[in-house]
Antibody
Framework: EVQLVESGGGLVQPGGSLRLSCAAS????????MNWVRQAPGKGLEWVSY????????YYADSVKGRFTISRDNAKNSLYLQMNSLRAEDTAVYYC????????????????WGQGTLVTVSS | AIRMTQSPSSFSASTGDRVTITCRAS??????LAWYQQKPGKAPKLLIY???TLQSGVPSRFSGSGSGTDFTLTISCLQSEDFATYYC??????????FGGGTKVEIK
């Protein structure tokens, strides 16, 4: 069974840092691209960042570029999001999500999601 | 960035109803569209990818159609467990990957 379990969320002051982790199991983690997607309270979904299976390709949303860093450790089946210079508008539930892959390739849709971890940026 | 616009943003329906949600892309995205269902306090669930392909395990009352800029999600016979918020998402051109604003389906 595919499982994604996020951790590391919490309350942090504006300007602070936080590192999120996502532990993956039930599939060959090293074969899949992964993403972070967030959802502010009562709002819609916002894609945050993408990392390819080998970490060779990384993308960020403009809203987090230069402040957040995505990484992965395939030996530990883990995905990370280092968040620096946090702002109030970064307050959200952060989900890790696996890229959908078929026999024809992998795509930018998300077939498995974690339960999410809440990040609250407030003084 | 490709902008995704869903309509309506919310509506009320009864069990057994046939409901349709619309998603429009600001430019052509071929069939690179996914639909998700999200219930309160839960992670989104993939329903449909490539505009019309049902994800494994998703009931056949869900269907998707469209190509280019206009897409629809149809629930043929609404069940109690279908009351939720639905999102479309394009994966034709990224970054960024973009979602629609969501459509909340409420009980009438």
């Amino acid at each position: 069974e595919v499982q994604l379990v996020e951790s590391g969320g919490g309350l942090v002051q504006p300007g602070g840092s936080l590192r999120l982790s996502c532990a993956a199991s039930g599939f060959t983690f090293s074969s899949y691209s992964m993403n972070w997607v967030r959802q502010a309270p009562g709002k819609g979904l916002e894609w945050v960042s993408y990392i390819s299976s080998s970490s060779s390709t990384i993308y960020y949303a403009d809203s987090v570029k230069g402040r957040f860093t995505i990484s992965r450790d395939n030996a530990k089946n883990s995905l990370y999001l280092q968040m620096n210079s946090l702002r109030a508008e970064d307050t959200a539930v952060y989900y890790c999500a696996r890229a959908y892959c078929s026999s024809t390739g992998c795509y930018g849709a998300f077939d498995y999601w974690g339960q999410g971890t809440l990040v609250t940026v407030s003084s | 960035a490709i902008r995704m616009t869903q309509s309506p943003s919310s509506f009320s329906a009864s069990t057994g109803d046939r409901v349709t949600i619309t998603c429009r892309a600001s430019q052509g995205i071929s069939s690179y569209l996914a639909w998700y269902q999200q219930k309160p306090g839960k992670a989104p669930k993939l329903l449909i990818y490539a505009a019309s392909t049902l994800q494994s395990g998703v009931p056949s009352r869900f269907s998707g159609s469209g190509s280019g800029t206009d897409f629809t999600l149809t629930i043929s016979c609404l069940q109690s467990e279908d009351f939720a918020t639905y999102y479309c998402q394009q994966f034709y051109s990224y970054p960024p990957l973009t979602f629609g604003g969501g459509t909340k389906v409420e009980i009438k």
